[in-house]
């Protein structure tokens, strides 16, 4: 189903959460232990299933192997992505593929490089729009704090020409139209 122009296809709440994954995942790249870390449980993981289900993989030997690799290169970043990538090779040559032949494996480390680049562009891309979305925040903040700060001098000015003016005016401070006229 495509958005329509007149409905995006985030709400705020949907979009408010995307956010909170994009700084979260941002926060973990920060800390590489936890990246490779991750690379070697994901591909583990990736590579436990695909023995785990051996009849339903066989012939299609890197199934589980490009999503491990693909969140390893999200949540760590470009080196974590390449070290999953490297673990991934070695797991599917060594349990699940008899014959390393050379250009299967320049295929797949081909495949792999763009892979993992292509993550670390997309997390590269994400990273600007966090950013732009902080400043975007802090621009409505001090635009917000400058309109305050208008109103209540606006607000100040008008109480000292009703000063002006009722202090100007001969008697009780009532404005007659004949003080007006002058």
């Known amino acids: 189903m495509q958005p329509s122009p007149s409905r995006p296809p985030f709400n705020k709440t949907g979009a408010a959460v995307a956010v909170r994954v994009l700084q979260a995942t941002k926060e973990l790249r920060r800390y590489p232990f936890f990246g490779y870390t991750m690379a070697f449980v994901t591909i583990g993981l990736a590579t436990l299933l695909q023995w785990a289900m051996r009849h339903e993989y066989d012939g299609a030997p890197f199934l589980t192997i490009y999503p491990a690799i693909i969140v390893a290169a999200l949540i760590g970043g470009r080196g974590p992505g390449f070290l999953a990538a490297i673990l991934a090779g070695g797991s599917q040559?060594?349990?699940?593929?008899?014959?390393?032949?050379?250009?299967?494996?320049?295929?797949?480390?081909?495949?792999?490089?763009?892979?993992?680049?292509?993550?670390?562009?997309?997390?590269?891309?994400?990273?600007?729009?966090?950013?732009?979305?902080?400043?975007?925040?802090?621009?409505?903040?001090?635009?917000?704090?400058?309109?305050?700060?208008?109103?209540?001098?606006?607000?100040?000015?008008?109480?000292?020409?009703?000063?002006?003016?009722?202090?100007?005016?001969?008697?009780?401070?009532?404005?007659?139209?004949?003080?007006?006229?002058?």
């Open 93 to 182: 040559w060594t349990l699940f593929i008899p014959a390393l032949h050379w250009l299967a494996v320049a295929s797949y480390a081909l495949d792999a490089t763009i892979c993992v680049m292509l993550i670390d562009y997309i997390n590269r891309t994400l990273d600007l729009l966090l950013a732009h979305i902080d400043q975007e925040k802090q621009a409505k903040q001090h635009e917000s704090i400058l309109a305050k700060e208008l109103h209540h001098r606006i607000q100040n000015l008008f109480t000292v020409i009703q000063g002006v003016i009722r202090f100007s005016l001969p008697g009780d401070g009532i404005i007659h139209a004949a003080a007006l006229r002058e």
